[in-house]
């Protein structure tokens, strides 16, 4: 049984830098696309970024491109989504998500983590 443990939110002014951890445990993490979504209040979940197993193609949402950065580290079992200049409409729960698609479309992600949340104070 796959786990997925995000860590790393908090609380930041706009124009200030975050940097999200999922650790995953419990299956080969190499052989899985990654993903970043988050849910703000009162709104549906939607996409901000995913990664494929080899790190060799990044994905993102437009609302995000040049700000955020997915990363992974295979050998550490994580992904990262560093979040710079993090705006007021950035505040949401981030959530990570494991896929077994090579490139994997938003509703072909079947594993998830808790969330972490993400506050940007204007």
């Known amino acids: 049984q796959v786990q997925l443990v995000e860590s790393g939110g908090g609380l930041v002014q706009a124009g200030g830098s975050l940097r999200l951890s999922c650790v995953a445990s419990?299956?080969?993490?190499?052989?899985?696309?990654m993903g970043w979504f988050r849910q703000a209040p009162g709104k549906e979940r939607e996409f901000v970024a995913a990664v494929t197993a080899n790190a060799y193609r990044t994905y993102y949402a437009d609302s995000v491109k040049g700000r955020f950065t997915i990363s992974r580290d295979n050998a550490k079992n994580t992904v990262y989504l560093q979040m710079n200049n993090l705006k007021s409409e950035d505040t949401a729960v981030y959530y990570c998500a494991l896929s077994s698609a090579v490139v994997p479309r938003t509703d072909e992600y079947d594993v998830w983590g808790q969330g972490t949340q993400v506050t940007v104070s204007s």
């Open positions: 419990g299956r080969t993490f190499s052989r899985y696309a």
